[in-house]
């Protein structure tokens, strides 16, 4: 189901392509954790649809947003960050939801910070290699480092591969953005839309409230508890919203050690009571609605493997 969210989205006028046939496609953000794909996302449809932290791996699943321009649509895929190494199911899934973006997008993007490649880079340049489609470099966060320090990571990755563009930007201050979608929409193929103009993704109103409240547990907790933590919609009545009444929530946060509950719950309920009311504002602001959310906390030790656990909770299947 697509997410319509009563927003409106300016659609008109941003970036102007010459008059071909209308132009679409599919576009990964592909790279390691914490390189600022959600952010460039975001800035890229000018709106917060995928949750942003300071925290490495906080995007779990594809997330696809779609960039409307006058004679072009272009759905940008995020991806998690890609890890090698450790291996319960939830991983695999997050891995696996790479390189299915990479199988379906037109155009790949790889994100990296402006320092030279490592082993994730250079795996996801093999990836990327294995497709015909046109690859573009962007280095993000440019506004951290001297302008100097960029010449030797440009030529590095230059000899990696043969990338349509490399390209340096500054996602936080949207700085060589716009200049990214010129250069994306040059290399878009002809197409139909993908989306309606006030349709913007294909993940629902519980998937972004889940997130919100996930965004929350990465921002307030340290170390491991956020890793260890799932969000799950039990209940989502809008059957009062006709009424004016509020839209019913109810959120289940898993995690997977009894202790871990004492800390998020926090004393005498303190904690999560915090964690709801900063959720509740966000979801408002996104749902346009007033909220009443409820907030429970369950122990599940073992939901990283659970198949059944992961497909309910969105979380992209390998199969
Ligand atoms: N200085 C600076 N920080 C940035 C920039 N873009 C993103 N960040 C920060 O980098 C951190 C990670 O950003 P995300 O967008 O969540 O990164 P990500 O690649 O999606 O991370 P994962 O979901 O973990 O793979 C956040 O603290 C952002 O504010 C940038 O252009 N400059
Ligand atoms: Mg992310």
Redesign the pocket.
């Given at each position: 189901m697509s997410c319509r969210l009563g927003i409106s989205k300016q659609v008109e006028g941003r970036y102007q392509v010459s008059s071909y046939g209308f132009r679409s496609g599919y576009v990964a953000l592909v790279?390691r954790?914490?390189?600022?794909?959600?952010?460039l996302l975001n800035q890229l449809i000018d709106f917060q649809l995928s949750i942003?932290?300071?925290k490495?791996?906080?995007?779990r699943h594809e997330v696809l947003g779609v960039a409307h321009g006058a004679g072009y649509q272009i759905g940008f895929l995020d991806t998690?960050?890609l890890i090698r190494g450790r291996s319960n199911r939830l991983d695999r899934n997050m891995r696996a939801a790479v390189y299915r973006s990479l199988d379906r997008s037109d155009i790949h993007i790889l994100?990296v910070e402006p320092k030279m490649p490592g082993a994730i880079e250079r795996t996801l340049i093999e990836e990327i290699c294995k497709t015909d489609s046109p690859a573009l470099l962007v280095i993000?966060?440019v506004?951290?480092v001297k302008k100097g320090r960029l010449l030797p990571v440009i030529d590095q990755y230059s000899r990696l591969h043969d990338f349509s563009e490399l390209l340096p930007i500054?996602?936080?201050?949207n700085d060589g953005v716009s200049l990214l979608v010129s250069l994306i929409v040059q290399h878009l193929p002809e197409g139909s839309k993908i989306m309606e103009e006030d349709e913007f993704t294909d993940r629902s109103e519980r998937f972004l409230v889940a997130e919100i409240i996930r965004k929350n547990i990465y921002e307030r907790y340290r170390e491991e508890l956020p890793y260890s933590a799932a969000v799950s919609i039990e209940e989502f009545d809008d059957t009062k919203l006709s009424a004016g009444g509020p839209v019913y929530i109810s959120a289940v946060i898993y995690v997977e050690r009894i202790g871990q509950k004492g800390i998020l719950v926090g004393k005498k309920g303190t904690s999560i009571r915090e964690v709801a009311i900063e959720a509740r504002v966000a979801i408002e602001e996104l749902l346009g609605h007033h909220i009443y959310l409820d907030i429970w906390v369950r122990e599940r030790s073992d939901w990283k493997d659970d198949v059944d656990f992961l497909e309910e909770t969105n979380y992209p299947s390998i199969g």
């Amino acid at each position: 189901m697509s997410c319509r969210l009563g927003i409106s989205k300016q659609v008109e006028g941003r970036y102007q392509v010459s008059s071909y046939g209308f132009r679409s496609g599919y576009v990964a953000l592909v790279g390691r954790p914490n390189v600022g794909k959600s952010t460039l996302l975001n800035q890229l449809i000018d709106f917060q649809l995928s949750i942003v932290t300071d925290k490495p791996q906080t995007t779990r699943h594809e997330v696809l947003g779609v960039a409307h321009g006058a004679g072009y649509q272009i759905g940008f895929l995020d991806t998690p960050g890609l890890i090698r190494g450790r291996s319960n199911r939830l991983d695999r899934n997050m891995r696996a939801a790479v390189y299915r973006s990479l199988d379906r997008s037109d155009i790949h993007i790889l994100v990296v910070e402006p320092k030279m490649p490592g082993a994730i880079e250079r795996t996801l340049i093999e990836e990327i290699c294995k497709t015909d489609s046109p690859a573009l470099l962007v280095i993000n966060k440019v506004d951290s480092v001297k302008k100097g320090r960029l010449l030797p990571v440009i030529d590095q990755y230059s000899r990696l591969h043969d990338f349509s563009e490399l390209l340096p930007i500054s996602a936080m201050n949207n700085d060589g953005v716009s200049l990214l979608v010129s250069l994306i929409v040059q290399h878009l193929p002809e197409g139909s839309k993908i989306m309606e103009e006030d349709e913007f993704t294909d993940r629902s109103e519980r998937f972004l409230v889940a997130e919100i409240i996930r965004k929350n547990i990465y921002e307030r907790y340290r170390e491991e508890l956020p890793y260890s933590a799932a969000v799950s919609i039990e209940e989502f009545d809008d059957t009062k919203l006709s009424a004016g009444g509020p839209v019913y929530i109810s959120a289940v946060i898993y995690v997977e050690r009894i202790g871990q509950k004492g800390i998020l719950v926090g004393k005498k309920g303190t904690s999560i009571r915090e964690v709801a009311i900063e959720a509740r504002v966000a979801i408002e602001e996104l749902l346009g609605h007033h909220i009443y959310l409820d907030i429970w906390v369950r122990e599940r030790s073992d939901w990283k493997d659970d198949v059944d656990f992961l497909e309910e909770t969105n979380y992209p299947s390998i199969g």
